[in-house]
């Protein structure tokens, strides 16, 4: 969509989605996809307190700021829609998602330090060349098979799972991610027609919130299996009722 006078001065961005520019301010250009990134930081942030209240590995503590990090990285990218900014929101989605492959296949990982140093240097060098050229359609395909890499390892700790409430966070994941999915391809495939609609629906903005449940759900699950391979008797206990989150016993020895 062309953009109007802003702050930001002319798009750079390789992408932009179905929603007017500058309409509710000068200094963001897509207002619900930008402030739609809010819950996000909001659910990583409830997620890292718990780690670090109960003293989960340093892996989980990352593993929240990164999806803290990709929020706001992508709150600068919708309010400037500005090439470095989208730099901003891409490339920590891909260390997003080196850091789940090593979460989910790291304990039966028998040479330690390979596989961090590995996708460390792998992350490093994805920066470095997607800042200097404009990646579109292989950034996406580079990104799902990252995805995918990391889906049949989600299924083997679901089906060994058997804890009700933790089969039930991987379904929540499961089913965010699939309407987070719909609005996101509904959002691009028929911009045209909802571009005349009265209502935008703001699909893309909608795709955030989804991912920011779909991101807390993940973690939370992946929590509750590491607890279980630990010995941490993990149990799903719910705020208020509701919200979902991980409680652990470590043994005194630990």
């Known amino acids: 969509m062309a953009d109007m006078s802003s702050f930001w001065g002319p798009v750079t961005s390789t992408t932009e989605w179905c929603e007017k520019n500058y309409v509710y301010s000068s200094y963001i250009a897509e207002f619900f996809n930008t402030m739609s990134n809010v819950p996000s ?3 990583a942030l409830i997620g890292l307190i718990n780690s670090l209240r109960q003293r989960f590995e340093k892996r989980f503590s990352i593993l929240h700021i990164s999806n803290m990090i990709l929020a706001i990285g992508s ?3 919708h309010a400037t829609l500005q090439n470095v900014q989208q730099q901003s929101d891409e490339t920590p989605m891909v260390w997003e998602m080196l850091l789940y492959i090593y979460i989910l296949y790291s304990p039966d990982w028998h040479y330690r330090s390979t596989m ?4 460390f240097l792998y992350g ?3 920066a470095i060349v997607h800042s200097q050229f404009r990646f579109v359609l292989g950034f996406k395909v580079h990104y799902v098979i990252l ?3 990391c889906t049949p390892r989600m299924y083997k700790y679901y089906i060994y799972t058997e804890d009700v409430a933790a089969r039930r966070l991987a ?4 089913g965010t991610l699939f309407l987070g999915s719909i609005c996101w391809l509904c959002d ?3 911009c045209k027609k909802i571009s005349h609609w009265y209502f935008n629906p703001q699909g893309h903005a909608l795709w955030h919130v989804f991912m920011g449940f779909n991101s807390y759900f993940a ?12 010995g941490w008797a993990p149990r799903v206990v719910y705020f208020l009722g509701f919200f979902p989150y991980v409680k652990i016993q470590k043994p005194k020895t630990q």
């Open 124 to 126: 490093a060098v994805f």
């Open 219 to 230: 973690n939370t699950f992946l929590m509750f299996c590491r607890a279980q391979q630990r």
């Open 188 to 190: 691009r495939l028929f």
């Open 147 to 149: 995805c995918l890499i």
């Open 171 to 174: 379904k929540l994941y499961v």
């Open 116 to 119: 961090p140093t590995f996708l």
């Open 41 to 43: 930081i909001i659910l």
């Open 75 to 77: 709150m600068l990218f």
